[in-house]
């Protein structure tokens, strides 16, 4: 489960940290919509993962720091995601697993499981977040950041 509220915090830390003093300049260094950022910042609302991926790239961060997964931040660079049809091929086969038992064990719904696979359909933060608690990976790992 996200964390809203440490989401939030991190995300003002980190931007004080930077010097970016409204939610405005950072929507704007973002290119995304003022709102969206504060919606965030207020701890309103839950971010896409392409929105997580923009903010962890900007900062430098981890997606797990700024999920508050991890306590330290570390500068890093990771490398770009692969689309997760792909990602989700690879996560089944590192688990060892069937794709039947890799699904059944993350408590995904088989359809949805095949969209993803047939890239028909992107999975949610949440999704990503549960897939990681459940197998006890990051959840960089799980999106292919590393």
Not at 58 to 85: A, I, N
Request: hydrophobic share 40%; net charge neutral; proline share 4%.
């Amino acid at each position: 489960m996200v964390n809203l509220s440490k989401f939030a915090e991190t995300l003002g830390e980190l931007m004080f940290d930077r010097g970016i003093k409204t939610s405005k300049a950072l929507a704007e260094a973002l290119g995304l919509p003022e709102p969206t950022i504060s919606r965030y910042r207020k701890a309103l609302h839950m971010p896409t993962v392409s929105n997580l991926l923009l903010i962890a790239d900007f900062f430098e961060c981890s997606t797990d720091f700024l999920l508050g997964r991890e306590e330290q931040f570390s500068k890093l660079s990771f490398r770009k995601c692969p689309v997760f049809s792909e990602q989700i091929v690879t996560l089944v086969a590192y688990s060892g697993l069937s794709g039947y038992a890799f699904y059944r064990r993350a408590k995904i719904p088989e359809s949805t499981f095949f969209e993803w696979k047939n890239g028909s359909s992107v999975p949610t933060l949440e999704s990503i977040v549960k897939i990681a608690d459940e197998f006890d990976y990051r959840v960089d790992f799980v999106l292919g950041r590393e």
